[in-house]
């Protein structure tokens, strides 16, 4: 089982950084795919960016170039670093991993963080 906590959500005006980070615990000693997804108000949820045990990275085409996926192995955290906010960037970002070596795919991730939430002014 793994615990997902993420934090670094805020108010920002369009054109600004932001970086979101998740904290993990649990069983952590896996080889586990982990990423962002995020959702609006009224909308499905989508995946932002995965990134893989290898250091493998997927971003969907909205965010490429404006968004970096990147991790901390020593403090067990996973970062969204999020340059040149737009406005349909507004939402909540959830933290999320699942037990498998590589990250081809948007489905089947087995844990969720609570949510952080990114608001982009215009």
């Known amino acids: 089982q793994v615990q997902l906590v993420e934090s670094g959500g805020d108010s920002v005006q369009v054109g600004g950084s932001l970086r979101l980070s998740c904290a993990a615990s649990?069983?952590?000693?896996?080889?586990?795919?982990m990423g962002w997804f995020r959702q609006n108000t009224g909308n499905e949820r989508e995946g932002v960016a995965t990134?893989?045990?290898?250091?493998?990275?997927m971003y969907r085409d909205s965010v490429k170039g404006r968004f970096r996926i990147a991790r901390d192995d020593r403090k067990n955290t996973l970062y969204l670093h999020m340059n040149t906010l737009k406005p349909e960037d507004t939402a909540i970002y959830y933290c999320v991993a699942v037990a498998r070596p590589y990250c081809y795919t948007w489905s089947s991730f087995d844990y969720w963080g609570q949510g952080t939430e990114v608001i982009v002014s215009s």
């Open positions: 990134l893989s045990p290898t250091g493998g990275e």
């Open positions: 649990g069983d952590t000693r896996t080889s586990l795919c």
